[in-house]
């Protein structure tokens, strides 16, 4: 399925996956308030079997037949103590 891609100006990280150009595509205001302004990354067609870096394409199909868009987060970071932990305590392990 062809699918558009945008990037937020306001939220790092961030991409909006769309079924249709933006311009065609009336997306729900919490959503663009959210997204902010919106930038055109690439178009690329999706299927099960497409490889992605940080989303799963059949979410991403699945998520275009309910609503016609998909929001593809920034991954998580630890929490600083919880690296600090891990550095500390990973350490001691591998000892």
Request: charged fraction near 40%.
């Given at each position: 399925m062809k699918s558009y891609i945008y990037r937020s100006e306001k939220?790092?990280?961030?991409?909006?996956?769309?079924?249709?150009?933006?311009?065609?595509?009336?997306?729900?205001?919490?959503?663009?308030k959210v997204m902010g302004e919106l930038h055109l990354v690439m178009k690329?067609?999706?299927?099960?079997?497409?490889?992605l870096a940080l989303s799963d394409a059949d979410k991403i199909l699945d998520a275009f037949e309910q609503q016609g868009f998909y929001i593809q987060m920034p991954p998580s970071k630890p929490h600083p103590?919880?690296?600090?932990?891990?550095?500390?305590?990973?350490?001691?392990?591998?000892?």
């Open positions: 939220k790092a990280d961030c991409y909006l996956f769309l079924k249709e150009p933006f311009e065609d595509f009336s997306l729900p205001d919490p959503v663009k690329l067609d999706i299927t099960s079997e497409t490889k103590v919880d690296a600090l932990f891990d550095r500390l305590f990973k350490n001691e392990a591998e000892k």
